[in-house]
């Protein structure tokens, strides 16, 4: 262990550290053919480069938004370039990840707003170099929604998924044994309303009640969890189980940690727990901070990525070598990357 990083373990144990103290801390890039960007993805390659992956455009909903990547070689992103565009409707929630064949996989979807989305991906054999021409999953699945799979030791795939509608928001997951070339699907999941107590403003509400996007992470053996986002009536970060390596869920409920309803996202690291970003907040897109978990159930925040006024929101989370790697949101101007050392979680 070297000196600057047990300075930064004793930075992190005294307060709640910002973003100058990451490892890495730099923006993906800084001028682009797009005014503006939102919900990027990253994903590690075999040689060690990441590749990132967003939607960018006029704004979001917009139709010329299409799916933007940019890689990171040698400490240096590539200028941005395009994946995907759809003629005439927007794309939305790019997802990078590889399946135990090494295929890399974006998934992404189009179509004017969620309550009419399809989805479609492609696959590229060299890390990102090449792709294949984009394929048009079937009429109800998704695909990875916003957050990447989770990849079983097995090979199968546990993929979180969500549709959006009027007054009803609710999560699926989507099974592959396969590698991600065919799905089928478990759910919904939902949280129960409550009646006659503290839940009787969301049954009034004309506003939509549930949660989507959900990251899945193993808890160990066939034990798995998800953590989802919530709408403004339920508030909290919400979580669901499954005994069964992804078979069969719960419902969802709430834990003590507030969602602004706002993406998050989620890992489970050997001998530290699962470590989450998300934004510390019941209103706002910020703060954007990272907490930790030895059950999965109870989180303290360690360490604070964002904690100025604007949005800093939809992170994704991966973990490398003794590095965790992240992207998300900063002001829907630009994509921002963070790599944390994971010698700096803090683990009593």
Not at 236 to 264: H, M, Y
Not at 303 to 319: F, N
Request: net charge positive.
């Amino acid at each position: 262990m070297n000196w600057k990083t047990k300075i930064l373990i004793g930075l992190v144990t005294c307060f709640r550290p910002s973003i100058p103290f990451a490892q890495d801390s730099e923006f993906v890039f800084q001028s682009a053919p797009f005014a503006s960007c939102h919900a990027s993805t990253i994903v590690e390659l075999r040689n060690g480069d990441l590749l990132a992956a967003w939607f960018g455009g006029s704004g979001e909903g917009r139709r010329d938004v299409a799916i933007w990547s940019s890689r990171r070689s040698a400490g240096k992103w590539s200028v941005p370039v395009e994946l995907a565009r759809e003629i005439g409707t927007p794309t939305w929630n790019p997802v990078l990840f590889h399946t135990q064949d090494q295929r890399l996989w974006l998934y992404y979807k189009f179509g004017a707003g969620p309550s009419s989305w399809k989805a479609a991906r492609r696959w590229s054999g060299d890390e990102g170099k090449s792709w294949s021409k984009p394929e048009y999953l079937p009429a109800g699945i998704y695909g990875p929604i916003r957050a990447k799979p989770l990849v079983l030791e097995s090979g199968s795939v546990v993929s979180g998924t969500s549709v959006e509608h009027d007054l009803s928001w609710m999560v699926w997951i989507e099974l592959s044994s396969d590698n991600g070339k065919t799905w089928r699907r478990v759910g919904p999941i939902t949280v129960p309303r409550r009646s006659g107590g503290t839940d009787v403003r969301s049954q009034k509400s004309n506003q939509p009640y549930g949660i989507i996007q959900p990251s899945v992470v193993s808890l160990g053996g066939k034990h798995l969890r998800l953590y989802a986002r919530s709408t403004s009536q339920i508030g909290k970060i919400c979580v669901a189980d499954s005994f069964d390596g992804g078979e069969s869920w719960t419902q969802a409920r709430p834990i003590d940690l507030p969602n602004p309803n706002s993406g998050i996202d989620a890992i489970s690291l050997a001998g530290i727990g699962v470590v989450l970003v998300f934004n510390n907040s019941a209103s706002k897109r910020t703060p954007l901070d990272l907490a930790v978990s030895k059950d999965g159930e109870h989180f303290r925040v360690f360490y604070t990525l964002e904690d100025q006024g604007g949005e800093y929101s939809y992170p994704a989370l991966i973990q490398g070598k003794n590095i965790l790697h992240m992207t998300y949101t900063w002001n829907r101007k630009r994509i921002r990357y963070v790599g944390f050392p994971a010698s700096a979680i803090p683990q009593d």
